[in-house]
């Protein structure tokens, strides 16, 4: 059949302008591959001239040679590491751009100056630019010019990718008036066709398609706190991601020595978004789940809510400075002595006073010395006079007699022994004790919850974590043992798994040592915490912790809080980053939902907030979320039935967010469907997720057994792009409207 001839043509210029920038694309390729190779030479070069070192003294050119070979190794892997990365299209941005407004327009397309823009800077070999990377200033029109501020901009073109292939061409036409009439316009919009594909399961890049909004946030200065806010779905996490290469891009001497932190809320979460920023070439920045913050920790049970409620509270900092400066449970209640001829003793009260005054300026691990001094001193007041005579005069070689007699030893490695902070924390499932602790700042009927809790497993929970951080900075981190020594500790033990090792002296030793040094940096120039409504107060003072001199960049949104009370998890970030300056920036467009979508979870959340922040979904596909009402004890079946039929509408992934008592039920039957793409997942794991298609299991149980109520729901129904069924046992949770 004939064409007609206006799509004949289109094709044919769209056909050359494939190939042209095809050619430009593969220039670059070529380029890269040649500064590859260079730099695999370079890496070899290097690695001989350390090679070439000798062994014994090292002489003043010598030393410089190591130095010259770590910088050329160093510089040369992570310029492959970065070329390894770019498999998603290295070119993806081209700016065709004019003098400006009040010049003449430009009579032809070659006239005007064209810049491509890509993952990383590429200059050819008389060290022009090929493309430039998308963080420099050169770039910024790319995201930020609109047609009202085209900032000399004429064309803005999207090159999409495959691999090193160009599959097609976007453009924006930002000033028709002012372009020449033989520049080529096509496509249909970068931002939608991008939107519109399936989901996998990691998160993808936005850089060739950031829009204007997002730009601002993600290029603001690295002061003080940076807030990010915005309702579901509207770029937060990716934006924040972002930011952070452009934060290593633009200021990389000070990100990268002082280090970069990012906090999310689950593993889920963080293997979810782990290719992001490796794909925008950094590989330096830590990603940590917010259970994940100790050092040996990694935490990914999940207290009941009510239980997580009390972990979190401010309320324990008191309780647990108290259990730290306590006696030790099951220690020596007296210390008795024979010397020359006298037996000399301490009592409970007086150990006590002993200890209180040991503790009264420094930590605990850190105050053996003062605790041996006052164990010293408290004896010889006790030592009758008549004996001080010979060695046993003066209270400096009493002391020193006293310390190494085999019955002081035994009495203080039990009285006063290394406190890991799981240990004490393990003290709290004793509730008369953690009673006493909480001096009244908690109800008797929550110290039995928090102490049954304790004692009911082995492993530490997410909210633990935060508790051990706290208990970490009251019992301050013991000397480092020097080798020679017996005395021995292990500080991360009963940490990693609850379960104690049998080790050497010498392997505690070694394990304690390692721990010391190989631990990330304990403080970051730049901490980014993602999901930032969610953290407890308790678990925003472990994060502050991480960054004391740092810049910030916060991202949450209240109405997504899991917390029962979200004010108070506010202002426990307020007061923890108060002494900063802020900035905040509103992101106002929902990119993941479809609007159908998102029409029906706005309902939902305005019932509970009606004040929230609500974005505007852009993408229509005129699917509706449909509703259904499963048969009496058919819950699974019904579940695995709508999952089915996701999969078969969707190219993607399905996502079935069930309440946590279901799970197993739902598992078993899934796994039936023998389909990779799709998972079950808890209304909390869903957090910060997407997938294509979600099915919501028990929309009225997600609300009941969670802490964060209609939140969680609204969370659960903002996780699709395409479809979402939900099944309930009755049609009461359904908005007035909708049922
Ligand atoms: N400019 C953009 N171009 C293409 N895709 C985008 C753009 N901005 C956001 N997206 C996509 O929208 C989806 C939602 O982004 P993201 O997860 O960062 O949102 P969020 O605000 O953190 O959401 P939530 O608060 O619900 O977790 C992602 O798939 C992201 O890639």
Redesign the pocket.
């Known amino acids: 059949m004939d064409q007609s001839p206006t799509s004949t043509d289109l094709e044919n210029v769209e056909r050359a302008e494939l190939e042209a920038e095809q050619q430009h694309v593969d220039r670059v390729y070529e380029r890269v591959a040649e500064a590859a190779r260079s730099a695999s030479r370079i890496a070899v070069e290097g690695h001989q001239r350390g090679q070439a070192q000798n062994v014994g003294r090292v002489r003043d050119e010598e030393q410089t040679g190591l130095y010259e070979r770590d910088v050329l190794v160093f510089a040369a892997a992570r310029r492959i590491a970065e070329l390894d990365a770019e498999h998603e299209g290295l070119v993806f941005g081209r700016l065709d751009s004019d003098q400006g407004d009040d010049t003449e327009p430009v009579a032809a397309a070659a006239d005007l100056e064209s810049l491509y823009v890509g993952r990383i800077g590429v200059r050819d070999a008389e060290y022009e630019p090929l493309v430039i990377d998308w963080r420099a200033p050169a770039a910024e029109p790319f995201y930020r010019a609109t047609a009202t501020d085209r900032l000399k901009v004429v064309r803005r073109r999207v090159l999409r990718n495959k691999g090193p292939r160009i599959a097609g061409l976007e453009d924006d036409l930002l000033a028709p008036e002012r372009s020449p009439s033989d520049l080529p316009v096509l496509g249909e919009g970068a ?1 939608m066709a ?2 519109s594909r399936a ?1 996998g399961h990691t ?2 890049d ?1 850089v060739a ?3 204007a909004e ?1 730009d601002e946030a993600i290029r603001a200065p690295a002061r003080g706190v940076t807030v990010i806010g ?10 924040a991601l972002h930011r952070a290469a452009y934060l290593l891009y633009s200021d990389r001497r000070r990100f990268e020595r002082g280090g970069v932190l990012v906090v999310g809320p689950s593993a889920a979460f963080m293997a979810y978004i782990e290719r992001v920023l490796p794909s925008l070439g950094e590989n330096t920045v830590s990603l940590r789940a917010v259970g994940e913050l100790v050092d040996g920790v990694r935490a990914t049970a999940v207290d009941q809510a009510d239980v997580a409620a009390i972990k979190g509270s401010l309320r324990m900092t008191g309780l647990l400075s108290r259990a730290a400066r306590d006696r030790v449970p099951d220690a020596p209640t007296n210390l008795r002595v024979f010397i020359n001829g006298a037996t000399v003793e301490l009592d409970a009260n007086q150990l006590d006073n002993v200890r209180r005054n040991a503790l009264r300026r420094t930590p605990r691990n850190k105050a053996g010395s003062e605790a041996r001094k006052g164990l010293v001193a408290a004896l010889w007041q006790r030592f009758p006079d008549d004996l001080r005579n010979g060695v046993y005069a003066d209270r400096e070689s009493f002391g020193d007699i006293v310390t190494d007699l085999p019955a002081y030893k035994q009495f203080f490695s039990a009285w006063w022994p290394v406190l890991t902070p799981g240990s004490v924390l393990r003290w709290l499932g004793d509730s008369r004790r953690a009673q006493r602790w909480s001096r009244g700042d908690f109800t008797t009927t929550e110290i039995d919850q928090l102490s049954a809790a304790i004692r009911s497993t082995n492993e530490f929970t997410i909210a633990d974590v935060a508790l051990l951080d706290e208990l970490g900075n009251l019992l301050g981190r013991p000397p480092v043992v020097e080798a020679g020594k017996d005395e021995e500790f292990d500080w991360l033990e009963g940490l990693s798994d609850g379960v104690n090792e049998v080790l050497t002296t010498s392997e505690r030793r070694q394990r304690a040592i390692a721990a010391a040094e190989a631990e990330e940096p304990d403080e970051y120039a730049h901490v980014l915490v ?2 930032a409504q969610d953290l407890s107060p308790m678990q925003w003072r472990m994060v502050t912790r991480r960054g004391p001199q740092a810049s910030w960049t916060i ?1 949450g ?1 209240p109405a ?1 809080s899991s917390w029962p009370d979200p004010a108070e998890a506010r202002a426990a970030m307020d007061s923890m980053l108060s002494h900063l300056q802020r900035h905040t920036f509103r ?1 106002s467009t929902n ?2 939902n479809s609007a159908e979508i998102y029409a029906f979870a706005g309902e939902v959340i305005r019932q509970q907030i009606p004040d929230a922040d609500l974005p505007n979904a852009v993408r229509q596909t005129g699917v509706d979320p449909e509703h259904r009402i499963f048969d009496a004890g058919k819950v699974a079946e019904a579940a695995a039935d709508a999952a089915g039929e996701l999969l078969a509408l969707v190219e993607g992934t399905v996502g079935v967010i069930v309440p946590p008592v279901l799970r197993p039920a739902i598992d078993s039957v899934l796994a039936e469907l023998g389909d990779s793409r799709v998972v079950a997942l808890s209304p909390l794991d869903s ?2 997720l ?1 997938y294509d298609a979600v099915v919501v299991v028990e929309p009225d149980r997600i609300v009941s057994d969670t802490l964060g109520g209609v939140r969680a729901l609204y ?1 659960v129904l ?1 996780r699709a ?1 395409q479809r979402m069924i939900t099944i309930n046992s009755t049609t009461h949770w359904l908005p007035a409207r909708a049922s």
């Open positions: 931002l991008s939107l989901r998160m993808r936005i398609t950031i829009q997002q915005g309702g579901p779905g509207t770029g937060k996490t990716v934006v993602d999901e991202v949104d997504q992101l990119y993941r957090k910060g997407e969370v903002t792009t």
